[in-house]
């Protein structure tokens, strides 16, 4: 072991040594690009890392371009790649990568055993992963591509994007036969990287190593992180874009999942679009259309495959059935977990289904259908509300992209006639399960849940909490203990301060003034500036902090209660009427509970909780990230109480970063409210 030790110290002793400066882009490895698949040499040989078994399917069956030879040394120069589905790339070192984070879960995927109980092994397996996992090294069979795909970009056609900041490493096949394509993501410049470098920094590749991992154990269609790695490699970032640049470290994301294929992928063949003028880079070539549908169909629909092997259109129908299908399922999901995407543009939409891309996301707070969780959209476009509207929308690009090989006509009848159905059907069957429905569904089902959410909207409602806390309403006709879930029903509603908070002007008074003059005076160019909905936003913003000046917290927490009390009979009514459907009562709530428990999480990855770790780790301190990621494995109810008393025991300021840390249960502080992401 001590052997073991020393040799990944001398492998990332060399790495070390072959990295450029801090701050400064380090360049790929020189070595002609036909050697892509192929180790420099003194390539350091893995050891924990050494089973996985690489058969890069997608290089063989999908047109690689090879770049045009260059400067040696020098970075992939951004450009059109046409006629190709991926390019050929090179990681860029990172000066002393430093392991974050290990998903276990995920590395598992891959056939990676459990973490050793001996120190020093552990040491060398991180060691190791910070190594290969930063693109320092490449393991044995790795052959690093850029995918090329397209995209509508908060509805407009924004022509070729691609991975500018991820690669392909290639796909590992398992022995228990499975197959997992490996990604990289911040190792440095590719094709795609539209002037950019290519990196990703602490902050981002901290929040999408969590997500990813907490959806999966929300049971929420997604691609996995295994691994996060930062560096004291540096770059500079405008976090808000306010003028106010700082160097930050460089951060890589080993992802996985069954493919990265996107509906952008089948953009790359559009014809030039009316509205922006932007084409796809590979117009025409509808060979490599017929091949992606081949590879995708084949590999990850092979049901689909087999049905239809002698018919292509229905082949491919059958396969826009399912991804529609998958589609409205995946989404019908974040709603029930009060997920928000944040930039739900067409390259962020998996072919397969899986939620991809975690870039500004955010879960709900006090809940709100209006909540943008990216400060970048400005238009609202991608609110939380709008994400199943806009997921019907990406699947009509899709099927315009993949015409001729499926007619137009066809694709637009099956998502007419799937989507909202399969939508609504999942997102009713998953409500009925939270609010613990176990018996035969009633068609005032749909009414129930629709009244519980604008009662949670009303009184500013914390939406993970709430639905939470209805697993322990006292569901007897007695009213015994409804009057102590009413007062804790009501501690989960906003108070007066986050409601000011929430509610404040976003203009400043003059300028809403001068807008409101100019829509009186001059309506046609108020129109054409195109701030309707903001001023009406604006306007009821002042309103509404209007009447909450004159409200008292004692009046609030009245009206709370009474909105509450009203929903409440109404629930208790359909609770009596399920429990009537059952032949054992007892055995009835036992059930009741365990369904509402198994689908109403404690634990969700909040923006403050993400923001604590993220403060911690850029400190250097990595165990916050560490325990997060360990809570967020089990968000669900655990019968062994035991193991959260000390989380929920601990005093709010606490440790953790800057004193902030409370307990992942609670409500968000106020502080919460002013997180930006964009």
């Known amino acids: 072991m001590a052997a073991l030790r020393v040799a990944l110290r001398g492998s990332l002793s060399a790495a070390r040594a072959r990295s450029p400066p801090l701050g400064r882009r380090p360049p790929p490895a020189r070595r002609p690009a036909s050697a ?76 990676l055993g459990a973490p050793p109980a001996d120190a020093a092994a552990r040491e060398a397996r991180e060691a190791e992963a910070a190594l290969f996992f930063s693109g320092n090294a490449l393991l044995p069979g790795a052959e690093p591509a850029a995918h090329c795909y397209c995209g509508h970009q908060f509805g407009q056609f924004a022509g070729q994007l691609g991975d500018g900041a991820a690669m392909y490493l290639g796909e590992v096949c398992t022995a228990a036969g499975e197959r997992w394509e490996l990604q990289l993501k911040g190792a440095g410049p590719t094709p795609f990287s539209r002037q950019a470098d290519g990196r990703k920094v602490l902050r981002s590749s901290i929040r999408e190593f969590l997500c990813s991992e907490a959806m999966f154990h929300l049971g929420i269609p997604t691609t996995r992180a295994g691994a996060c790695v930062t560096s004291q490699s540096t770059v500079v970032r405008d976090a808000f874009y306010d003028g106010n640049p700082k160097y930050e470290k460089c951060t890589v994301v080993l992802r996985i999942a069954s493919t990265f294929l996107r509906f952008g992928s089948f953009e790359i063949f559009k014809s030039t679009d009316e509205h922006t003028g932007r084409a796809g880079p590979s117009v025409g070539r509808n060979d490599i259309r017929v091949q992606m549908l081949d590879y995708v169909i084949g590999s990850f629909y092979p049901e689909i495959q087999a049905a239809h092997a002698s018919d292509s259109v229905q082949r ?49 707070d006090r809940y709100d259908p209006d909540h943008v969780c990216n400060a970048s959209d400005n238009a609202g476009r991608y609110t939380y509300s709008k994400q199943p509207e806009v997921c019907k929308w990406n699947l009509q690009k899709l099927a315009e992209a993949l015409e001729p090989e499926l007619p137009r006509e066809l694709g637009e009848a099956i998502l007419a006639e799937e989507f909202d159905a399969e939508f609504h059907r999942h997102y009713l069957q998953k409500m009925r399960r939270k609010l613990g429905l176990v018996q035969a569904e009633q068609e005032e089902d749909a009414v129930l849940v629709a009244k519980l959410l604008e009662t949670m909207h009303l009184t500013g409602a914390d939406f993970t909490n709430t639905f939470y806390l209805l697993s322990s309403f006292p569901a007897g006709p007695e009213s015994l203990g409804l009057t102590e879930f009413l007062a804790a029903l009501t501690t989960q509603c906003a108070s007066l301060e986050e409601l000011r908070l929430a509610f404040r002007p976003q203009m400043d008074p003059r300028q809403l003034s001068m807008m409101l003059m100019l829509a009186q005076s001059n309506p046609q160019l108020f129109a054409l500036i195109g701030t309707r909905a903001n001023v009406t936003k604006e306007l009821e913003r002042v309103e509404q902090q209007s009447r909450l000046e004159q409200l008292s917290p004692a009046e609030l927490l009245s009206r709370n209660r009474g909105h509450w009390a009203d929903w409440l009979q109404a629930y208790r009514a359909r609770l009596e009427q399920d429990k009537e459907g059952a032949g054992d009562p007892e055995a009835w709530q036992a059930e009741r509970v365990r369904v509402m428990h198994a689908n109403n999480p404690k634990y969700v990855l909040r923006n403050y909780i993400a923001q604590t770790a993220i403060e911690a780790a850029e400190s250097g301190d990595f165990s916050e990230v560490r325990r997060v990621l360990k809570l967020l494995e089990a968000p669900y109810h655990r019968a062994e109480e035991a193991a959260e008393v000390s989380e929920a025991a601990e005093p709010e300021g606490a440790g953790g970063a800057s004193g902030r840390r409370r307990s992942y249960s609670s409500k968000p502080p106020l502080w919460a409210a002013e997180l930006c992401v964009t």
Do not use: K
């Open 36 to 111: 892509a698949a192929r180790g420099p040499a003194m390539e350091p040989v893995p050891r924990w890392l050494a089973g996985l078994r690489f058969d890069n399917r997608a290089l063989r069956a999908l047109p690689v371009e090879t770049p045009p030879p260059g400067p040696e040394g020098a970075p992939s120069a951004p450009r059109p790649v046409p006629g190709a589905c991926f390019s050929r790339v090179r990681p860029a070192p990172l000066r002393q990568p430093r392991l974050v984070a290990l998903s276990e879960p995920a590395l598992a995927l891959l056939g």
């Open 316 to 364: 491919n129908a059958a396969f826009f059935r399912e991804v529609t299908r998958r589609t409205a399922r995946m989404v019908a999901e974040w709603q029930c977990v009060g997920f928000c995407h944040g930039v739900l543009n067409t390259d962020n939409m998996s072919i397969v289904g899986l939620t991809i891309d975690y870039g500004p996301f955010g879960f709900l």
